[in-house]
């Protein structure tokens, strides 16, 4: 029953900000670890970023770590993507995901590969350009 639905792509210059959501209806995301997922053009899929059930524990791929942040909202039942310096690089199709978990589940890179996830996003396309 749970589905998702992201927002907040769009176009930007190198070195914007954007914020993408991902707010869930149908079940409450409380007990799920979230992962950002991106597909470039002509590339896979890879994640970019997860985040605990409560919140306390968030993993980063080198790529964006420290441009990138990822939260969540519980009460809104929406879980968040801040993502600032943008580059080029970054364009691409950027869908949350979401999996069942331990509400103090540990986020190691693992939590990372799409094959963990059962439950995704339409995607919303983030475009890098100037």
């Known amino acids: 029953q749970l589905q998702l639905v992201e927002s907040g792509g769009g176009l930007v210059q190198p070195g914007g900000t954007l914020r993408l959501s991902c707010a869930a209806s149908?079940?409450?995301?409380?007990?799920?670890?979230i992962g950002w997922f991106r597909q470039a053009p002509g590339k896979e899929r890879e994640g970019v970023s997860c985040?605990?059930?409560?919140?306390?524990?968030?993993n980063y791929a080198d790529s964006v770590d420290g441009r990138f942040t990822i939260s969540r909202d519980n009460a809104k039942n929406t879980v968040y993507l801040q993502m600032n310096s943008l580059k080029p690089e970054d364009t691409g199709i950027y869908y949350c995901?979401?999996?069942?978990?331990?509400?103090?589940?540990?986020?190691?890179?693992?939590?990372?590969?799409?094959?963990?996830?059962?439950?995704w996003g339409q995607g919303t396309q983030v475009t890098v350009s100037s």
């Open positions: 995901a979401a999996t069942p978990s331990s509400i103090m589940a540990s986020m190691t890179p693992a939590y990372r590969l799409e094959t963990n996830y059962d439950i």
């Open positions: 149908g079940a409450t995301l409380d007990y799920h670890a």
């Open positions: 985040i605990s059930a409560d919140g306390l524990s968030t």
